[in-house]
């Protein structure tokens, strides 16, 4: 099961992310900031979201905010220090399917992973997205073609993985740069529009090996977009 882990305390996200893998055999990411929780839970399909509650950026209960106002389907874990009843009805009401209080018991938090697994909650999107002869694979971050016998597959980085989805979930919109660097990056990192423009450089490089070095089009002083 994938898992994204989004913990500011170096020492507890450490701690929680060594043992959903070894104990919960989990596959997890983790990040320590709201934005890159928000970014990454865009981008890419997980079964789990754990978010703590107080974080850089953006708190775990506006996530959820966020997320379930896009229509995001996944399971959502709060964790938090907060312990009255109207903190717990807060979380809750925010979109978050399950709340644990901090300090908690590991041994408890695996438990209610698994009980969460156990739900029937709707994927977030498809694990594969065809364009222009391709296929996007969301889960290992690639871009393949061609036929059983003969398949070309190409890797990208996250940054390029997360562009490309991005542009895919908005077909025919053009995106500003601003935009993009706001969900990819965050506003508050240190990169400006070159970033941008050297990692579509890079992307369509990667995407020429298919012949669909055109399939990302620059408009011009605005941004970026992909016609569906």
């Not at 978050?96 to 041994?107: Q, S």
Request: glycine letters at 8%; hydrophobic letters at 45%.
């Amino acid at each position: 099961m994938r898992i994204l882990l989004a913990e500011d305390d170096l020492r507890l996200g450490e701690l929680i992310a060594h043992m959903l893998e070894k104990k919960g055999c989990h596959t997890v990411e983790w990040v320590t900031d709201g934005l890159s929780a928000l970014d990454f839970a865009l981008a890419t399909t997980y079964d789990l979201l754990i978010l703590d509650w107080m974080m850089p950026g953006k708190d775990g209960t506006d996530i959820c905010i966020e997320l379930r106002k896009k229509s995001y389907m996944g399971a959502i874990l709060i964790l938090t220090a907060r312990d009255a009843l109207v903190d717990r009805i807060e979380g809750l009401d925010a979109g978050a399917d399950d709340y644990l209080v901090k300090p908690f018991e590991i041994g408890e938090l695996l438990a209610r992973v698994r009980a969460l697994t156990r739900r029937n909650f709707a994927p977030i999107q498809e694990e594969e997205h065809e364009i222009a002869g391709m296929v996007l694979n969301r889960t290992n971050k690639t871009v393949s073609a061609g036929g059983k016998d003969d398949t070309l597959t190409v890797q990208l980085t996250p940054r390029e993985f997360q562009l490309l989805n991005l542009l895919l979930q908005n077909s025919g919109i053009t995106l500003t740069r601003e935009v993009i660097l706001d969900r990819i990056w965050g506003f508050d990192a240190d990169v400006g529009p070159k970033t941008i423009d050297a990692t579509v450089k890079l992307l369509r490089k990667k995407l020429s090996s298919f012949g669909n070095e055109e399939l990302i089009q620059s408009i011009r002083g605005v941004g970026y977009k992909i016609e569906g």
